[in-house]
C-alpha cells in the first residue's frame, strides 16, 4: 500500500524553513564567497580565489588564536564537572534552596559584558582583588593582572565559567530531578555509598545532559569573543595572548575592513565546529550504546 | 452696559493690535519690492520695517541670510547626518543648529542621528548597505577622514567649497588630512591638547605645576618621580590605531621614503622614540593595560576614578570628570601637553565628511558648512570647552575673558595653539594594516623583551611586503 503525499506538513515547516534560509544558509554561502574575495566591506568584493586561504596558512597569528581556542576548550570538562556538582547540591529538599538556585543563576542572566567589566574593574590594579592581597600581606604591590600574557587567557576562560555553571546547572537540575527515586533506593539497597550512588546512577542517568552540555559548552568555547573583548578592553591581551580565533576574525573584519580574510577564517571554524561537534555527538553516543 | 461696552472696546483693539503685529512680523512670502517710502533696515536673520512717510505696509524681501554662503543647495533636499558621541549631552544645541541652518537654507531636511561606541562599525555597515549619511562627523585625530577618503567613500571638497568659504578656517586645519593633496573635511570642534593634573597625587610629589615637563623626553622621570613618592603608575597611553602618527609628532620620526617605496622607522628617531616607552615599562613607572588600550575611555576613567597623577586629554572632558567624581573636580590643574621632538604641538580633533555617494552633494556641503561656521562654533564652544576651527570665533569677547572655571584654562591661548596644528604625517599606503603591523613588533619591544631595533627592523620588513 503507497502512502498518499500530504502538503500540510511541509507548509506547517515554511516559516521554519524560511528563517533557517534567511538567516544560516544564505549568510554560510556569502560568507563563503566572500572568503574569496578581496573585501573592506565598503567598497565590492573583488575576487581573489584562494589567496586569503594561503594568507590564512601562513599567518603565525591565526595559528596563535587557534591555539588558545583549543585551550579554551578547556572550560568544558570544567564547567560540566562544576554543575554536575552544583545541581547535585542544589537537588535537595531544604529550606531557602530556591534562593541558592537563583544566586547561582543571576551570573546568566547578568550579561557577559556587564560582568566582563565588572571583573575588569576587580582585576585593575586598584581594584578589590589587589586590595585583598595587599591587606593580607599576599602582595607587596598592586600586580597589574591583565597586563600579565600568561594570565589573560585563564582570566577569560574563569570568566566563562563563572558565567555559565549556572545555566548549565539547571539543565543537570532538569535532568537530575527525572531520574527515579527508585534507581537510588535500589542502589541503596545493593549497598552503595553516596558516591557509588552519583557514580552508578546518577552519573549515568545525567548521559543526555552531558552530550548536550559538552556540545553547545564546547561550540560555545570555539567561538568565545564577549569575554575575551571585554576583559581585554578590546585589545586581545598584551603580545596577542588572548586572541582566539573569533576575536582575531573580528580584528580582522572590523578593525582592518579585511572582510574577506575575516570569511576565509569564519569557514574554517565552521569546518572545525562541524567536525568537532560530530565527533563529539558520535563519541557521547557510543558511550550511551556502551551502558 | 457701560462695562460691556468697554470690554468690548478693549478686545476689538486687541483684536486689531495683533493683526497689524502680524503683518508687521510675517516672513517674506511675496516677492513684492519695497517701495520708495519704506526704509529696510536688515540684521540678519531678524528683519525690521521703519515707515518714513506713507502709512503702505509692504512684505519685505530680506537680504540673503549671511550664514547660506553654499550655492546651489538642492530643493527639498533630505540629508542624514551623524553625529560622534555628542548626545544626549549636546542634543539642545545640535538641534538649535540644524534649526538655524533650516532657517538659511529653507526646505533642506536634517534627519540627525547620534552614534557612540559602534560609531565606526555602524558606519561601514551602512556604507556597504548603501544608506550611508550624507554628512558624517569624523575623527581627525584617530585617522578616520584618511581612511574612508583613501576608499573613495568621501567628497573632494577643494573644488566644491568657494575660496572664500575655505579661508574661514584656520589654513592648517582646511589642509590636514589631505589625501593625494585633496582635503575631504571640514574642520570642526578643536581640542587643546593639555594634562589634567590630580593634585591630590601630583603635589605628594614635592614638584609644582610648573615644574611639569614642557618636552615629551621629560615624561619618564616625571613618571619615576611618581612612582618612587606616590606608588601611582602613570596614566600614559599610545595611540594604538595610528602609532604612525604618535611616533611622528612625538619622535619626529620620518615614516617613509620620500618616493613612497619603502617605510623609514626602523631609523634611529623611530628607536629612540620606542625605547623611551620600553624603558618606562622596565622601569614599572606606566600602567601597562592603559598604554596599549585602543579606547580613550580606559585610560580617562582610570584619571577620572583618582587613582593617576595626570592624564592627556582636552579640557572638553572635564566635564567627565565633574560629572563621575565631583570629588576630584575641586583638585584638578592644567598644563599644556609636552611637545614632541617634532616641535608640532597638534592636529585637528573633529571634522564634518560628505559621504561620496550623496544625492545632495550641495545641501550636504552646506550643512558641514554651517555646522563649522564662526557662529556655530562660537556657540559651540560656549556650552563646552572646545574650540573653534574659525579664526573669526576667536574676537568674540567670549575668548578674551579671563578664564573662570578649570574649563576654560586653556582659551587664553587656544587661538595661538590651534592656528599652530598641522598634520605632519605623510600619506601612508594601508594605514591600518601598517599600524597593525607596528603595534604586533611594539608589544614585542615593550613586553617581550625584543630590543627597540629588532622589532621596528622586523615591522619595517613586514609592512615593505604590503608596498607594490
Not at chain 1, 598592586?142 to 545555566?167: D, R, S
Not at chain 1, 578593525?255 to 558520535?282: D, E, P, Y
Not at chain 2, 618621580?225 to 604612525?244: H, P
Amino acid at each position: 500500500m503507497t502512502k498518499k503525499f500530504s502538503l500540510t506538513p511541509y507548509l506547517f515547516l515554511i516559516p521554519a524553513l524560511v528563517v533557517i534560509a534567511v538567516f544560516v544558509v544564505y549568510p554560510i554561502f556569502a560568507v563563503l564567497y566572500y572568503s574569496f574575495t578581496d573585501y573592506s566591506i565598503v567598497t565590492p568584493p573583488v575576487w581573489v580565489g584562494l589567496k586569503n586561504y594561503t594568507w590564512l596558512i601562513h599567518d603565525t597569528i591565526f595559528w596563535r588564536s587557534l591555539a588558545h581556542s583549543f585551550v579554551y576548550l578547556l572550560v568544558t570538562p570544567i564547567l560540566i564537572v562544576l554543575s554536575v556538582l552544583l545541581a547535585i547540591v542544589v537537588n535537595r529538599k531544604l529550606p531557602g534552596i530556591h534562593l541558592y538556585r537563583a544566586l547561582f543563576f543571576i551570573p546568566v542572566i547578568s550579561g557577559s559584558i556587564a560582568v566582563g567589566i565588572a571583573w575588569r574593574l576587580m582585576l585593575d590594579t586598584n581594584g578589590i582583588i589587589n586590595a585583598i592581597l595587599l591587606s593580607v600581606g599576599i602582595l607587596k604591590e598592586p600586580m597589574q593582572w591583565l597586563a600579565e600574557p600568561a594570565l589573560t587567557l585563564p582570566f577569560c576562560m574563569a570568566l566563562t565559567i563563572w558565567l555559565g555553571v549556572g545555566y548549565y546547572m539547571m539543565i543537570f537540575l532538569a535532568g537530575l530531578q527525572n531520574i527515579p527515586e527508585e534507581l537510588y533506593d535500589a542502589a541503596m539497597l545493593d549497598g552503595c555509598n553516596s558516591w557509588q550512588k552519583h557514580r552508578f546512577v546518577t552519573i549515568p542517568g545525567l548521559r543526555p545532559q552531558i552530550t548536550f552540555v559538552a556540545v553547545i559548552s564546547s561550540l560555545a568555547a570555539l567561538q568565545v569573543f564577549n569575554e575575551v573583548f571585554t576583559l581585554t578592553g578590546g585589545l586581545g591581551g598584551l603580545l596577542q595572548s588572548a586572541y582566539t580565533v573569533v576575536f582575531y576574525l573580528w580584528q580582522q573584519a572590523f578593525r582592518l575592513s579585511h572582510a574577506g580574510k575575516a570569511s576565509a577564517i569564519a569557514m574554517v571554524l565552521l569546518a572545525i565546529t562541524l567536525a568537532f561537534s560530530i565527533f563529539n555527538i558520535r563519541l557521547l553516543e557510543k558511550g550511551t550504546e556502551a551502558d | 452696559m457701560r462695562t460691556k461696552l468697554l470690554t468690548l472696546l478693549l478686545l476689538v483693539s486687541v483684536l486689531v493690535t495683533g493683526c497689524a503685529t502680524a503683518t508687521t512680523q510675517a516672513p517674506a512670502a511675496s516677492s513684492i519690492p519695497p517701495t520708495p517710502e519704506t526704509i529696510v533696515i536688515t540684521s540678519a536673520p531678524q528683519t525690521i520695517v521703519k515707515t518714513v512717510i506713507s502709512e503702505v505696509m509692504v512684505t519685505p524681501t530680506p537680504l540673503p541670510n549671511p550664514e547660506a554662503v553654499i550655492q546651489g543647495v538642492e530643493p527639498n533636499a533630505v540629508i542624514k547626518f551623524w553625529t560622534f558621541w555628542l548626545s544626549p549631552t549636546f542634543d539642545q544645541y545640535i538641534k538649535d543648529t540644524i534649526a538655524r541652518f533650516n532657517q538659511a537654507y529653507p526646505g533642506v531636511t536634517v534627519n540627525w542621528e547620534d552614534h557612540q561606541a559602534t560609531f565606526q562599525d555602524d558606519l561601514k555597515a551602512s556604507f556597504a548597505a548603501g544608506n550611508a549619511p550624507d554628512a558624517i562627523n569624523l575623527s581627525v585625530s584617530e585617522g578616520w577622514v584618511s581612511d574612508y577618503a583613501s576608499q573613495g567613500l568621501l567628497l573632494p571638497l577643494d573644488d566644491k567649497v568657494p575660496q572664500n568659504v575655505k579661508d574661514l578656517y584656520f589654513p592648517g586645519l582646511w589642509n590636514e588630512q589631505l589625501i593625494d593633496g585633496v582635503n575631504y573635511q571640514f574642520p570642526w570642534y578643536q581640542g587643546i591638547n593639555v594634562y589634567l593634573i590630580n593634585h591630590q597625587i601630583y603635589d605628594q610629589t614635592g614638584l609644582t605645576i610648573d615644574d611639569f615637563p614642557k618636552n615629551w623626553t621629560d615624561l619618564p622621570a616625571l613618571c619615576a618621580t611618581i612612582k618612587e613618592k606616590t606608588g601611582t603608575l602613570c596614566d600614559i597611553r599610545l595611540t594604538v590605531n595610528d602609532l604612525i602618527s604618535q611616533m611622528v609628532y612625538e619622535g619626529n620620526v620620518k615614516p617613509i621614503s620620500d618616493d613612497g617605496k619603502s617605510f623609514t622607522f626602523d631609523s634611529a628617531d623611530a628607536v629612540a622614540w620606542l625605547q623611551q616607552y620600553v624603558d618606562m615599562v622596565k622601569a614599572g613607572t606606566v600602567d601597562k593595560t592603559v598604554l596599549v588600550t585602543d579606547q580613550d575611555r580606559v585610560g580617562l576613567d582610570l584619571f577620572t576614578s583618582g587613582k593617576a597623577a595626570f592624564y592627556a586629554t582636552g579640557p572638553n572632558l572635564i566635564r567627565e570628570v565633574r560629572a563621575n567624581n565631583p570629588g576630584l573636580y575641586g583638585y584638578l590643574g592644567v598644563v599644556p601637553a609636552p611637545v614632541g621632538k617634532s616641535g608640532v604641538i597638534g592636529k585637528g580633533l573633529m571634522s564634518i565628511s560628505i559621504n561620496a555617494q550623496t544625492k545632495f552633494p550641495n545641501a550636504s556641503i552646506a550643512l558641514a558648512q554651517f555646522f563649522t561656521n564662526p557662529k556655530s562654533m562660537l556657540e559651540f564652544s560656549k556650552i563646552v570647552s572646545i574650540y573653534p576651527s574659525t579664526p573669526d570665533s576667536y574676537t568674540d569677547l567670549f575668548f578674551s575673558a579671563a578664564p573662570v572655571a578649570i574649563e576654560d584654562s586653556a582659551k587664553p591661548f587656544a587661538m595661538d595653539a590651534i592656528s599652530k596644528y598641522a598634520d605632519i604625517v605623510p600619506t601612508i599606503p594601508h594605514k591600518a594594516d601598517v599600524n597593525a603591523i607596528v603595534l604586533k613588533h611594539v608589544q614585542d619591544a615593550l613586553f617581550n623583551n625584543v630590543p627597540a631595533q629588532q622589532a621596528f627592523t622586523d615591522a619595517v620588513t613586514e609592512a615593505n611586503k604590503l608596498l607594490p
